[in-house]
């Protein structure tokens, strides 16, 4: 019996991964601070979500909206509410869900004398998530996302609406068409 469990152990262990990093899992879409999600961004709240979409498709979505002409597009993009004037900014972000795979380790170990690793391109594996973050300031470059800020449900549900646009968008005329 001993011998059964210790062999069910190592079987266990030999052909788990074991988890370095691991990308956060957002189902719709959190607002939180952009510094604590990626290290290289502003220190203010932010509205995160997964983007499902190609590279640069909120680039353009954003552009053909806006008419911006592919001018300063990613950054203090204009856009009113109830009168008031306010802007954002998006990044877009990759993190990575990356893992440390045992058991080709283990059967190069055992198979290779003096030879080349058979399942050297398997020892780790690495996924990629990219994520849109979107910042938001008013016209005195206060953080609109923040918790204390007095139109952030505004500010929110607009930045929501445009994220449901956005998704629900597949060819990037039909914003200027629904106009």
Same mark, same amino acid.
């Given at each position: ?5 210790? $062999? ?24 939180? $601070? ?121 500010? =929110? ?6 994220? =449901? ?11 200027? $068409?629904?106009?």
């Amino acid at each position: 019996m001993k011998h059964t469990l210790l $062999l069910l152990m190592a079987i266990f262990l030999l052909s788990s991964c074991i988890p370095l990093r691991i990308a956060p899992t957002i189902k719709e879409d959190k607002i939180k $601070l952009a510094k604590r999600f990626k290290r290289s961004l502003p220190k203010q709240y932010a509205l995160i979500f997964k983007d499902p979409k190609d590279a640069d498709d909120f680039y353009y979505f954003v552009n053909e909206k806006y008419k911006l002409n592919h001018e300063a597009v990613e950054d203090n993009v204009p856009f009113n509410i109830d009168g008031k004037e306010f802007s954002f900014s998006f990044y877009e972000v990759e993190r990575v869900t990356s893992t440390i795979n045992l058991l080709p380790m283990f059967i190069d170990a055992a198979i290779s004398d003096n030879s080349d690793p058979i399942f050297e391109d398997l020892y780790a594996s690495r996924k990629g998530h990219w994520y849109l973050v979107l910042t938001a300031r008013d016209a005195k470059m206060e953080d609109s996302l923040h918790p204390e800020y007095k139109d952030r449900d505004l500010v =929110i549900k607009h930045l929501r609406d445009l994220r =449901i646009e956005y998704l629900n968008t597949h060819n990037y005329l039909e914003t200027a $068409l629904k106009k």
